[in-house]
């Protein structure tokens, strides 16, 4: 079965610096993995997603992710973190068994200090 | 791009009485739509799949008598929370696939459900 975990429930940074927000998953299955935004009372906005082609994904806002099959990882990266930046931020897993299931992190909410 | 619109953003509701939240693809069509919950400072939960023109399936643990799910059309699915309880009180998301899960699902903006 697929899972994922999300190993930081706050993640603190001061504006300028990089981000890091770390996701490591469990799949029987060769995964798509994503990374979605979510700002306080709003739906989900899509980051980057990783289908099976290049490791090294870059989204949305200066947001990148990289896909480590050995170390089963998929953690977001930013060089500099802006104020906007500050939100909750959910690695998701698509099930492969054959459905159309998402399984979701538990979400890394993102504070930006001035 | 992919939109999704979901409404109301925002009902309160006396306890006993039903609400319905509509989903609604603007620029696509969508076979299939999700419908999730989220607590306060927790995760999404999938609820159920919305199939159109088929019944809906729902997750285990979820009432179905209580979260009807209609998906009528390509570009719409409905979540009416009936007999309400202030314990149903949460916030509530679809989101719709529109190229396939491999490609990252639209998500609405939520709606906020206050049961009073």
């Known amino acids: 079965a697929q899972s994922v975990t999300q190993l930081d429930s706050h993640v603190s940074v001061s504006e300028g610096t990089p981000v890091l927000l770390r996701c490591n998953y469990s799949s029987s299955y060769s995964p798509s993995l994503f990374w979605y935004v979510q700002h306080p009372n709003k739906g989900l906005q899509l980051l980057l997603k990783?289908?099976?082609?290049?490791?090294l994904v870059k989204g949305i806002n200066g947001f990148e992710a990289e896909f480590k099959k050995s170390e089963t990882s998929f953690h977001l990266t930013k060089p500099s973190a802006h104020m906007s930046d500050a939100a909750e931020y959910f690695c998701v897993v698509s099930d492969g068994a054959g459905t159309y299931k998402y399984i979701f992190g538990t979400g890394t909410r993102l504070k930006v200090l001035a | 791009g992919a939109v999704v619109s979901q409404h109301p953003s925002r009902v309160i509701c006396k306890s006993g009485t039903s609400v319905k939240i509509e989903c609604r693809s603007l620029?696509?069509?969508?076979?299939?739509m999700f419908w999730y919950r989220q607590f306060p400072k927790k995760s999404l939960m999938l609820m159920a799949t919305s199939n159109e023109g088929s019944k809906a399936t729902y997750e285990q643990g979820v009432e179905k008598d209580k979260f009807l799910i209609n998906h009528a059309s390509l570009t719409l699915s409905t979540l009416t929370v009936t007999s309400a309880h202030p314990e149903d009180s949460s916030f509530y998301i679809c989101?719709?696939?529109?190229?396939?899960?491999?490609?990252?699902?639209?998500f609405g903006s939520g709606t906020r459900l206050t049961v009073v």
């Open positions: 990783y289908t099976s082609a290049a490791t």
């Open positions: 620029d696509f069509q969508a076979t299939t």
């Open positions: 989101s719709a696939d529109r190229q396939g899960r491999d490609y990252g699902y639209t």
